[in-house]
């Protein structure tokens, strides 16, 4: 078993910034990669980054690209993800999510264990 646990959530004002973190524990192991997805009600969860065991080579979404930032942090698997110039549209709740199979994916079928999720509201 993989436990994931997010934090960081919370209220900012639009072109605010808040860093999301991802801490990882149980079973995972080294190759595991971790993902960032958000999901408002009514609509499907979505795919907003995703970071390799490596750290390199990270992928965002359209979206988000030149706005967010994925990374590993020195601790082992914790992840974070930096988000800058929030707009209201960026409001939702953000998980975490780790997968065992190579390569990034922003279906959420493909991603074996989750967190419980933090809540992001952008709102002046």
């Known amino acids: 078993q993989v436990q994931l646990v997010e934090s960081g959530g919370g209220l900012v004002q639009p072109r605010g910034s808040l860093r999301l973190s991802c801490a990882a524990s149980?079973?995972?192991?080294?190759?595991?990669?971790i993902g960032w997805f958000r999901q408002v009600p009514g609509k499907e969860r979505e795919g907003v980054s995703w970071i390799r065991s490596s750290g390199r080579n990270p992928w965002y979404a359209e979206f988000v690209k030149g706005r967010f930032t994925i990374s590993r942090g020195n601790a082992k698997n914790t992840v974070f993800l930096q988000m800058n110039n929030l707009q209201p549209e960026d409001t939702a709740v953000y998980y975490c999510a780790a997968k065992s199979t190579y390569g990034p994916s922003s279906r959420a079928i493909d991603y074996e264990y989750w967190g419980q999720g933090t809540q992001v509201t952008v709102s002046s």
């Open positions: 149980g079973d995972i192991t080294d190759y595991y990669g």
